[in-house]
């Protein structure tokens, strides 16, 4: 007679024999562990690292805005929270704890604002160069106030925020037509009202970023008129302070393979990702809008240029004693263990 399918242990040599085959323990250990592993599973799902962006929605920012767009972010298991900023300026100072206790973990910026931060003292370094542009940095002029050329700005009014990346383009482009800075009447303006105040006739023009120069030409009409200064290329970053990386720990890896991504998806794809960027950024695919990406060159890395670039930087502002606290060495800023991890190929810089 059948009996029914049960453990027997009547016949202990037997029993034993079998309990004590390597190949049997094996396959017991073999199974608990996958057993362990599916209720781990479903009790204590992995959760995603957090961290934070702060970013002014521009070319500059576009390889982190794909990144997310492309869900590259995700399926490197991180939940970025990008925060938009006005300016630059601004985004930089977002990894400063604000009022509320809150600060952002990462930063985009340029390599101007970055430099003047490390002569104030500030301890931030730069994880990799995110975009270049020899076109970022535009002169907006009234027509009616007789400007045509360079040249015709001797003797007007022009308007930048003192200090910033604007102001030090803006001086090598006077050098470059033959101008100095005693040619022109420079004052000081925040970015925010710049184009109000071209607009209401207060100043003969302005120097000021992408986006906001092809947005204001848009909306101005033919009335204005800009100027390049295309013979200068700024760097944008991605920056952290030494606080913020310390508890990251292998957030910045995951950062920058997510961007390698994106960027591998930009160069193999450039009209489709420029167009995914531009929708993300709420901006419509116009001539004038598809000139300006087309302009922009994302990349990453931690090269020579950029370091030669900070180094001459660092002499304009010490020449103008411009919150000058600190003596620091350029390449101290740049932090390759993480890229090093990504591409090592791409630092060039020592």
């Known amino acids: 007679m059948?009996?029914?399918h049960q453990l027997h242990f009547d016949n202990q040599n037997k029993s034993s024999a079998k309990a004590s085959s390597p190949?049997?323990?094996?396959?017991?250990?073999?199974?608990m562990a996958v057993i362990g592993v599916f209720f781990f599973s479903l009790r204590a799902p992995s959760a995603k690292a957090r961290t934070r962006i702060a970013l002014k929605m521009a070319p500059s920012a576009g390889l982190i805005v794909l990144a997310s767009h492309q869900g590259y972010f995700d399926e490197e298991g991180l939940e970025v929270e990008v925060v938009p900023v006005g300016s630059d300026v601004e985004a930089l100072s977002s990894l400063k704890v604000n009022e509320?206790?809150?600060?952002?973990?990462?930063?985009?910026?340029?390599?101007?604002?970055?430099?003047?931060?490390?002569l104030s003292g500030e301890r931030l370094v730069i994880l990799s160069e995110l975009f270049s542009s020899s076109s970022n940095t535009v002169v907006l002029y009234r027509k009616e106030a007789g400007i045509q050329r360079p040249s015709d700005l001797k003797r007007k009014t022009i308007g930048l925020p003192s200090g910033s990346a604007s102001e030090f383009v803006?001086?090598?482009f006077l050098a470059g037509h033959s101008l100095k800075r005693e040619d022109v009447k420079i004052v000081d303006v925040d970015a925010e009202t710049l184009s109000k105040r071209l607009v209401a006739k207060e100043l003969d023009a302005i120097v000021v970023g992408e986006p906001k120069?092809?947005?204001?030409?848009?909306?101005?009409?033919?009335?204005?008129?800009?100027?390049?200064?295309?013979f200068y290329s700024q760097t944008a970053a991605l920056v952290s302070s030494r606080e913020a990386i310390e508890h990251q720990k292998d957030v910045p890896v995951r950062l920058l393979r997510a961007l390698r991504r994106a960027l591998a998806y930009y160069r193999n794809e450039p009209v489709e990702a420029r167009a995914k960027v531009l929708a993300a950024m709420g901006m419509d695919p116009t001539p004038e809008n598809e000139v300006m990406w087309e302009r922009a060159r994302p990349h990453l890395g931690l090269s020579s240029v950029l370091a030669a670039m900070m180094k001459e930087?660092?002499?304009?502002?010490?020449?103008?004693?411009?919150?000058?606290?600190?003596?620091?060495?350029?390449e101290d800023s740049f932090e390759p263990q993480y890229l090093i991890q990504v591409a090592p190929?791409?630092?060039t810089y020592r």
């Open 313 to 330: 930087e660092l002499d304009w502002f010490r020449s103008r004693q411009r919150s000058v606290r600190a003596s620091p060495e350029v």
């Open 2 to 4: 059948n009996q029914p």
């Open 23 to 31: 190949s049997f323990l094996v396959t017991i250990c073999a199974l």
């Open 100 to 118: 509320k206790g809150e600060r952002a973990d990462f930063a985009v910026s340029f390599e101007t604002l970055v430099t003047k931060a490390l």
């Open 345 to 347: 190929e791409l630092i």
């Open 213 to 230: 120069a092809t947005l204001a030409v848009q909306g101005y009409g033919e009335d204005f008129g800009r100027m390049e200064t295309d």
């Open 170 to 172: 803006f001086e090598l």
